[in-house]
């Protein structure tokens, strides 16, 4: 396959270069790259080639390997072959599930302070999502919660801890939740919102990869896991979901979304 498109003038990506690109996906933050997918690595990759003056995917793949900026661009990389595509209360049905029938299962075992992972959480509206629900549901006396989301890219987390929204991405937020809990913001953009202090304060972000066993999962009441598995193969789905079982608590919850994949 031809690396370049000799009329127009634009790279393409070669089958070897691709499966480069895959193989180190793989092995350095366990994402899966099926054959499926190079189209969709090509065309989001363009943007970068160019930004770096590289003519071609075979200079890209050398930039990428070498040892003094890899790191670096692996986080990049990350960036651009995951999807960040979320929003507040989305799958609201899940939502609802928490509401109306995990919080009576635990009250009924005089459960009172709970902890809550957000896995893949992106840009944090999962995580804010849920702290809004507990702040106005969990709230008998005694009752506490912490909300811990964690996503493998650093720009997204940085966004997250930040909690800077545009006015148009937080329409799904009810309206009872958007009065009590969001916020002019004075720091971001004009016209923009952020989440409130009080909540804030009730939720962390970390820069974390699933494959990474060090990283700590254990003791949660609550795990939504609802659009990560979709990068991993069926081997490595099983085993971060068997993962994510041990680090739930004796009366704890795991949420899974779509769990479908190529491989």
């Keep these: 396959m031809m690396a370049e498109n000799p009329l127009l003038g634009i790279p ?32 989001r990759l363009l943007k970068r080639l160019r930004a770096l003056s590289l003519v071609s995917f075979k200079q890209y793949v050398s ?12 986080h990049y990389l990350i960036d651009k072959i995951t999807t960040h595509k979320t929003h507040f209360f989305r799958e609201g049905a899940h939502f609802e599930a928490v509401k109306k029938r995990i919080m009576p299962y635990w009250r009924e075992r005089g459960i009172k302070k709970v902890r809550i992972l957000s896995a893949a959480c992106s840009t944090g509206q999962e995580v804010y999502s ?34 800077v929204y545009s006015y148009e991405s937080i329409d ?28 804030r304060r009730k939720t962390a972000f970390e820069c974390w990869n699933i494959i990474d066993n060090s990283i700590p999962i254990d003791n949660y009441h609550l795990i939504f896991c609802r659009n990560m598995l979709i990068y991993f193969t069926r081997e490595d789905q099983a085993l971060i979901t068997r993962r994510l079982l041990r680090g739930l608590h004796d009366h704890g ?5 779509v769990v479908g994949t190529d491989a």
Excluded: C
């Design 12 to 43: 393409r990506l070669s089958d070897k270069d691709f499966k480069r690109l895959a193989d180190f996906m793989k092995k350095n933050v366990g994402i899966f790259l099926p054959d499926t997918k190079k189209t969709m690595v090509e065309s």
């Design 63 to 74: 930039y990428l390997f070498d040892r003094e900026r890899g790191d670096e661009e692996l």
């Design 130 to 163: 849920l702290a809004m629900l507990f702040q106005d549901q969990w709230n008998q006396p005694g009752e506490d919660f912490e909300v811990i989301g964690f996503d493998i890219s650093p720009a997204v987390i940085e966004f997250a801890r930040n909690a």
């Design 172 to 199: 799904e937020i009810p309206e009872q939740y958007l009065h009590t809990y969001v916020r002019k913001s004075k720091e971001g953009p004009p016209y923009s919102l952020r989440i409130a202090p009080e909540l």
């Design 253 to 257: 919850f795991l949420t899974l979304g």
